[in-house]
């Protein structure tokens, strides 16, 4: 099968080039389910965070 990469931030807020701060993040839901799914299909998932 395929490899699928999941790139998740490990930041709290981006700050816009206006200066403002909004949160960012993820829900583990949005992980979880299509994790799931793709490993009981038999493919390989890997994480990958970028450096802050």
């Known amino acids: ?3 699928v990469l ?3 931030t490990g930041a709290r807020i981006w ?3 206006d200066g403002t701060a909004h949160p ?7 992980l979880l389910a299509p994790y ?3 490993n009981e299909a038999g493919h390989d ?3 990958a965070t970028p450096a802050a």
């Open 24 to 30: 960012t993040g993820y829900w583990a839901e949005e």
């Open 36 to 38: 799931r799914l793709l």
């Open 1 to 3: 099968m395929s490899t």
């Open 45 to 47: 998932v890997v994480f």
């Open 15 to 17: 700050i816009l080039s």
């Open 6 to 8: 999941f790139v998740v």
